[in-house]
């Protein structure tokens, strides 16, 4: 059974950092296309950013310069450094994980089949 625990979230003030786990227990983790989404209180899910099995990155323009995805696949746990967050950063946060399809950070949720649970994030200005 896939499953996917997020860890991370809190409250910081605008300009600080916060980085999220995402632990992955069931399957090869090191052949997936993992991903990080946010949804904010009356938004949709949006996608934050994905790493490829081969170590591809992709990022939201909205995050890019400020996010970082990495990875540790002997510990089957993806990371998502933030940095410089601001209040607009505000949202719950998911990790998805699937494999098979176009990973980059505009793929829809929908497409993902697995999902941890959610971390909060809250910046404060």
């Known amino acids: 059974q896939v499953q996917l625990v997020e860890s991370g979230g809190g409250s910081v003030q605008a300009g600080g950092s916060l980085r999220l786990s995402c632990a992955a227990s069931g399957y090869t983790y090191s052949r997936d296309c993992m991903g990080w989404f946010r949804q904010a209180p009356g938004k949709e899910r949006e996608g934050v950013g994905t790493i490829d099995s081969d170590g591809t990155t992709s990022y939201a323009d909205s995050v890019k310069g400020g996010f970082t995805i990495s990875e540790d696949n002997a510990k089957n746990t993806l990371y998502l450094r933030m940095n410089s967050l601001k209040p607009e950063d505000t949202a719950m946060y998911y990790c998805?994980?699937?494999?098979?399809?176009?990973?980059?950070?505009?793929?829809?949720?929908?497409?993902?089949?697995?999902w941890g649970q959610g971390t909060q994030v809250t910046v404060s200005s």
């Open positions: 998805a994980a699937d494999r098979g399809l176009r990973c980059w950070y505009d793929t829809p949720p929908a497409d993902f089949g697995y």
